[in-house]
């Protein structure tokens, strides 16, 4: 697993809800960016929505 995966995922444990959606954003860039594969912004997302529920963050 690539370093910035492992960056999201610390702070994806710390987050509240109101900052998840800024967090969705940061992977969403990160994989752009090609810092994390596919499987690991498909696992960051789910842990993302798990922790904001079900409402869409875009």
């Known amino acids: 697993m690539s370093q910035k995966?492992?960056?999201?995922?610390?702070?994806l444990k710390g987050?509240?809800?109101k900052k998840a959606g800024q967090l969705l954003k940061e992977v969403k860039q990160a994989h752009d960016d090609g810092k994390i594969d596919d499987n690991e912004k498909k696992e960051l997302m789910s842990e993302?929505?798990?922790t904001v529920g079900d409402n869409p963050l875009g």
Request: glycine share 0%; hydrophobic share 30%.
């Open 5 to 11: 995966f492992d960056e999201l995922k610390q702070k």
């Open 15 to 17: 987050v509240d809800k």
């Open 48 to 50: 993302a929505k798990k």
